[in-house]
């Protein structure tokens, strides 16, 4: 079969073309922000690392759920979530600027906090610089070994499809689930969860989990509705698929919500200092910004999407689901940002958003977006699986909202 080159639609190669200046724009100003503001540059690109990651990530995870479980639902959204998934080496690099900026981010890694408190000098052994960056390695070096396979894995069977190529992906995404949750959850410890050094949860890597695979069925939604009218894909959409996908989104948002109203309840109920205080800090008890957005992310996060999924007519009509999907992705940026930003080093009281804030998110996304169109342009749309059933034609049960 001869190299793919897909023609895709104006909308994204616009967005391609603007993406690099842009982003080299806002790298610029990141890098004038990393001299005069550190501890807000670093804060700032956490989060928006941690968005990007979130969608290569949950992609993947996605891909696997579809090589162990077939189905139609995944055979027009295939494509998008490969070319998003291998994007994770590129991940692998971004991360390199967060080890500059670790004793910005994490008490842990500042000798004189360390030295004054007995339980930064308990987590000694696991909380230290030299064996942060180990793990990190470990957990690239699993996540980008299994996203090239995975990804070649496929474009080979799309090419010739082998009984033994299959059997090798079923075997090989039964094995890195299991390694994506073991690790990520570990990953989510010291990203996110040690930037409070006195704070612990055992739910915090499910949630960022669930918000993940939040994240990537959202952004695929967007994008499949950018490129339905790509030949093959309008024989493999229709009301049923469309349907699916927004069960899908509706369970990965009663899903998040849960795990984070879970969280929430055992720890305010047990009323200890060292849990409620990650709570504090975030303005549930005092009026301050963080308790807006607190509010936000229960109403936009959670309610509006989980009330209008509930309609049939909303998930058949192909723009109101990706208007769904549209908030549903914005909200996991002000997710990340309320995770993020306030911690044991917050210099600031109450909410803040810094100058530097957005620009992170635009740098690393310029940058992930040019490549992620340049790769959904060389890469079979539709992928298959073996023994899955050929597709249900669209004019049977046409969907709304695409013509």
């Known amino acids: 079969m001869p190299n793919v080159t897909n023609q895709l639609p104006k909308e994204l190669n616009e967005a391609q073309r603007l993406?690099?200046?842009?982003?080299?724009?806002?790298?610029?100003?990141?890098?004038?922000?990393?001299?005069?503001?550190?501890?807000?540059?670093?804060?700032?690109?956490?989060?928006?690392?941690?968005?990007?990651?979130?969608?290569?990530?949950?992609?993947?995870?996605?891909?696997?759920?579809?090589?162990?479980?077939?189905?139609?639902?995944?055979?027009?959204?295939?494509?998008?979530?490969?070319?998003?998934?291998?994007?994770?080496?590129?991940?692998?690099?971004?991360?390199?600027?967060?080890?500059?900026?670790?004793?910005?981010?994490?008490?842990?890694?500042?000798?004189?906090?360390?030295?004054?408190?007995?339980?930064?000098?308990?987590?000694?052994?696991?909380l230290n610089v030299s064996f942060f960056i180990l793990r990190a390695f470990i957990y690239f070096a699993g996540w980008s070994a299994l996203a090239i396979f995975m990804s070649r894995t496929s474009q080979k069977f799309h090419r010739a499809p082998t009984a033994?190529?299959?059997?090798?992906?079923?075997?090989?995404?039964?094995?890195?689930?299991?390694?994506?949750?073991?690790?990520?959850?570990?990953?989510?410890?010291?990203?996110?969860?040690?930037?409070?050094?006195?704070?612990?949860?055992?739910?915090?890597?499910?949630?960022?989990?669930?918000g993940q695979a939040l994240s990537a069925i959202a952004f695929t939604i967007i994008i499949l509705r950018i490129i339905v009218h790509l030949p093959p894909i309008p024989q493999y959409v229709n009301s049923r698929i469309l349907i699916d996908l927004g069960n899908f989104l509706m369970t990965l948002v009663i899903l998040w919500s849960y795990m984070s109203f879970s969280q929430f309840l055992v720890q305010w109920s047990a009323n200890l200092r060292h849990e409620v205080t990650y709570y504090l800090q975030r303005g549930i008890t005092f009026g301050n910004g963080w308790r807006i957005i607190g509010i936000l992310l229960i109403t936009l996060h959670f309610f509006v999407p989980f009330v209008l999924l509930l309609f049939r007519y909303n998930k058949r009509h192909f723009n109101i689901l990706a208007a769904i999907a549209s908030i549903a992705l914005a909200m996991r940026i002000v997710d990340l940002y309320w995770h993020v930003a306030p911690s044991s080093l917050d210099e600031h009281h109450g909410f803040y958003l810094s100058w530097i804030t957005p620009f992170p998110l635009?740098?690393?996304?310029?940058?992930?977006?040019f490549c992620f169109i340049a790769l959904l342009r060389t890469r079979p749309l539709v992928s298959r699986l073996e023994g899955e059933p050929e597709p249900i034609l669209n004019h049977a049960t046409p969907a709304p909202g695409i013509a």
């Open 164 to 210: 033994s190529r299959a059997a090798w992906m079923r075997k090989a995404s039964a094995a890195g689930i299991l390694f994506y949750g073991i690790s990520m959850s570990f990953a989510t410890v010291d990203w996110v969860m040690s930037r409070d050094s006195h704070w612990y949860t055992t739910i915090l890597g499910f949630i960022f989990l669930c």
């Open 362 to 369: 635009l740098a690393i996304g310029g940058i992930w977006l």
């Open 19 to 126: 993406s690099l200046p842009i982003s080299a724009v806002a790298s610029l100003l990141c890098i004038i922000a990393w001299l005069f503001s550190p501890q807000n540059f670093f804060v700032s690109y956490l989060y928006a690392y941690l968005f990007f990651l979130g969608i290569s990530l949950g992609s993947m995870s996605l891909v696997m759920l579809h090589h162990l479980t077939g189905g139609n639902w995944g055979r027009p959204i295939r494509g998008i979530l490969e070319a998003a998934m291998s994007l994770v080496p590129l991940m692998a690099i971004l991360f390199i600027p967060i080890l500059f900026g670790l004793n910005h981010l994490y008490e842990w890694a500042i000798p004189d906090r360390v030295a004054h408190s007995e339980i930064l000098q308990h987590k000694r052994p696991y």
